[in-house]
T-cell receptor
Framework: ETGVTQTPRHLVMGMTNKKSLKCEQH?????MYWYKQSAKKPLELMFV???????ENNSVPSRFSPECPNSSHLFLHLHTLQPEDSALYLC??????????????FGPGTRLTVT | KNQVEQSPQSLIILEGKNCTLQ??????????LRWYKQDTGRGPVSLTI?????NTKSNGRYTATLDADTKQSSLHITASQLSDSASYIC??????????FGTGTSLTVIP
């Protein structure tokens, strides 16, 4: 197991529900990421929080809303999701220094099913 | 366009045999290349990381190679074990903290 934890591990929600995914890293990193992993597709980067700056993939629908209260915690707020949003949602963290891309450490993921 | 392509998409081998997974990329400017192992239902775990000047790097039974001229990398698994069954993902980083993921190779090791 890595120093990145995610809760819950599994989530089933209806399209009208509101839920949140939580990620916590214990590695002292200064950047955190949300990825979506669908079957037979590459990981899709959704959001990056780095040094209190937020970077997002413009193709991510507004029904996904990230929150990063500090460098150790990252949330993904979900509302009015669609069945095609069912996927494994992975959180990762890394140490970012200038333009250097250091290794990302991944959490175990949250398996989300939208009914 | 920055892309990472992996082959084969899936592979089945007998326990104890060797195998090689391929990764071709067009990412520029190149920073480094990583191979991850992802067990079913788990997050990816790093196996190796290679920079521009490194040709070969080993981690136990895993050996990664990098040819920066042809923009190709391979992951060689020696004496496979049942626990090697997983998805292997190639990730290429560009400067500026950009990460590009391959679709992965699904490896199944059978007894």
């Amino acid at each position: 197991e890595t120093g990145v934890t995610q809760t819950p591990r599994h989530l089933v929600m209806g399209m009208t529900n509101k839920k949140s995914l939580k990620c916590e890293q214990h590695l002292g990193h200064n950047a955190m990421y949300w990825y979506k992993q669908s079957a037979k597709k590459p990981l899709e980067l959704m959001f990056v929080y780095s040094l209190e700056e937020r970077v997002e993939n413009n193709s991510v629908p507004s029904r996904f809303s990230p929150e990063c209260p500090n460098s150790s915690h990252l949330f993904l707020h979900l509302h009015t999701l669609q069945p095609e949003d069912s996927a494994l949602y992975l959180c990762a963290s890394s140490q970012r220094q200038g333009l250097n891309s250091y290794e990302q450490y991944f959490g175990p993921g949250t398996r989300l099913t939208v009914t | 366009k920055n892309q990472v392509e992996q082959s084969p998409q899936s592979l089945i081998i007998l326990e104890g045999k060797n195998c090689t997974l391929q990764c071709n990329y067009t990412v520029s400017p190149f920073s480094n290349l990583r191979w991850y192992k992802q067990d079913t239902g788990r997050g990816p775990v790093s196996l190796t990381i290679m920079t521009f000047s490194e040709n070969t790097k080993s981690n136990g039974r895993y050996t990664a190679t990098l040819d920066a001229d042809t923009k190709q990398s391979s992951l060689h698994i020696t004496a496979s074990q049942l626990s090697d069954s997983a998805s292997y993902i190639c990730v290429v980083s560009a400067t500026g903290n950009q990460f590009y993921f391959g679709t992965g190779t699904s490896l199944t090791v059978i007894p």
